[in-house]
């Protein structure tokens, strides 16, 4: 096809048989423009394969509607499950809200900025979505010093961190609930399996667990055993804490921890009978509802909800109508392997 | 800011103090640059917010170096995990390509094909890349005959339907050598355990099992329990099969299935512990890994990278010097559910 052919907002009006206006309307407000008709002008639009003015829109109100996601490389073993399913809930609030979601990847925080200047400079994205903020984060810092909108999910996790649009799940909030509900089940001495310090989401996890043996009357303090987030970390942890006779409940830390766990106590249960052991985990991953384990829910799509209304005021230069910080309460999902105490 | 103070590529050149063209060079073929150079000016670009020749060069190109792929709305249980896997090497492999991945969702085949219309006309994406083709696929149909690039990850179902750029993992090789794996290990009476008659991936899997047994000179037919994919599903199939006090070994179509299975024979291992039952799953999640189940891995990067290639390809007019219809050879992953025969 030769430039001139090219077909243009009047070849597009005269074939669906509506004036100019509506053509632009479609393709620049869409929400105004009735169904039938919409779907009418998109047809032909398709047909004669019209596309020069997503340019040139896009040129004259600098916005291109599009949210950049960082994603790993591969996929991360069954704690990787919840970013992916946050993933799929983003992409549909993002297109309910008119926005799309694209997505890059970078072996590391550095090479994130740079890809971040390089989504800017070449292809026009209006926005970012971070997950997996973690302490000493170098990547909100330069979002927010270029002024390019963004919100994480997850919260900045260093004291006296510069303030940013954020959406988090209230994991402390999570492990409180789960410990609450083994309590509520009879049992009195219960460990929790967790993440070498130092993590926030870990930290803040076990700082519910212990919050509720405190409001127990059996704070403060509590047995503790951690290991490295894994299936076999989480079993040889579990071993650890049951060698203390009197423990019957185990609260872990990540439903991969939860699962070596449940190996653990199925050996410790054929070695006695009598001993049941019970288990929760946290993300209710697949393999927490295969297996029947009780475990802690993150409900992301209220995460993707608000994070897109957050990004969204920001790049429309809208008042953000909702809290700039923004803490989910998870669900507590109760299965087989929290049984009460006989 | 007004209109005349944005900047322009002479503020960007002379920030970074390069040549027009080296700016230029930067955003159109960056792979010509030295590194250290593409990064300064990226920077310049970056600190001064310089994007209008985004849509500019759009408009000049009439490409967008972006591809769309249709997500499901909410995450699939344990057999959705090998999308999700194929997501993040699809984003890593179109990157290497100078492409990225745009994400949308639609309910159904008819709200995707509208889905193709808006993004083409609205956000100009270049092609798309279709995952889970199933038999009377009109998503297929409608690309082709809109002279859309387009690749999908699964074959046409159809017996004669039109030939169109594909990769898919070769689904029957990955059973046969599941059961090879189980006839070597001395098992003579294996059962297969698969998913309701007419979904083209399933039919694929079971023609594996059969063709196993007829070399192994056991054929032709065998045992086949069916089911709807899931635990509770595969543990109600496996009991089916073990009630045949001769069967020794479950061959299932998919890691829900297998994970439901080991239930079951962890049963009637209780009931005889003499009689122990090997069991293989396909898709090699990561509760596969977690559980010890041996399995069937779908090499997802190697098809995100013939994937890219194919659609690459289309785009750019270039003649398609891999095959347009790739199929790729799965690989077993022999872990603690098929010991040896004793």
Redesign the interface.
């Known amino acids: 096809m030769t430039e001139d052919r090219r077909p243009t907002l009047t070849t597009v009006a005269q074939r669906a048989q509506v004036s100019r206006q509506t053509v632009s309307n479609?393709?620049n407000t869409p929400e105004i423009v009735r169904p039938e008709t919409r779907?009418r002008v998109?047809?032909v639009?398709?047909?004669l394969?019209?596309?020069?003015n997503?340019?040139?829109?896009?040129?004259r109100t600098?916005r291109?509607?599009?949210l950049g996601l960082c994603?790993?490389?591969?996929?991360d073993?069954?704690s990787?499950?919840v970013l992916?399913?946050f993933?799929?809930?983003l992409?549909?609030e993002a297109?309910r809200g008119g926005l799309?979601?694209?997505?890059?990847?970078a072996p590391d925080d550095e090479a994130e900025i740079?890809e971040?200047?390089?989504?800017?400079?070449?292809?026009?994205v209006d926005g970012f979505v971070l997950a997996n903020t973690h302490p000493r984060d170098p990547r909100t810092a330069w979002l927010a010093a270029?002024?390019v909108p963004f919100v994480s999910f997850g919260r900045p996790w260093d004291r006296g961190a510069s303030s940013h649009p954020w959406v988090d799940i209230d994991g402390r909030e999570g492990t409180r609930a789960a410990t609450r509900h083994l309590l509520d089940a009879g049992h009195r001495r219960i460990a929790f399996l967790g993440w070498p310090e130092g993590s926030g989401v870990g930290d803040d996890r076990l700082a519910g667990f212990l919050a509720a043996l405190d409001a127990a009357g059996l704070g403060p303090g509590g047995v503790v055993e951690r290991c490295e987030d894994g299936?076999p970390e989480g079993e040889a942890a579990a071993r650890r804490a049951l060698v203390r006779d009197d423990v019957t409940a185990l609260v872990c830390v990540s439903d991969?921890v939860a699962?070596?766990a449940m190996t653990a106590v199925r050996e410790a249960d054929l070695a006695d009978p009598a001993r049941i052991v019970a288990i929760s985990g946290f993300d209710d991953t697949?393999?927490a509802?295969?297996?029947g384990l009780t475990s802690v829910a993150q409900p992301v799509?209220d995460v993707a909800a608000r994070a897109v209304a957050l990004v969204r005021a920001q790049i429309h230069g809208d008042p953000v109508d909702t809290d700039r910080q923004v803490l989910i309460e998870p669900r507590l999902v109760v299965r087989a392997t929290s049984p009460a105490r006989h």
Chains 1, 2 share one sequence.
């Open positions: 479609v393709l779907e998109l047809r639009i398709a047909e394969d019209y596309r020069p997503v340019a040139a829109r896009q040129l600098r291109s509607s599009v994603v790993p490389p591969a996929a073993g069954i990787g499950q992916d399913r993933l799929h809930a992409t549909e297109q799309r979601i694209m997505l890059f990847t740079r971040y200047e390089n989504l800017r400079a070449t292809t026009g270029h002024g299936v991969s699962l070596g697949p393999v509802a295969a297996v799509e």
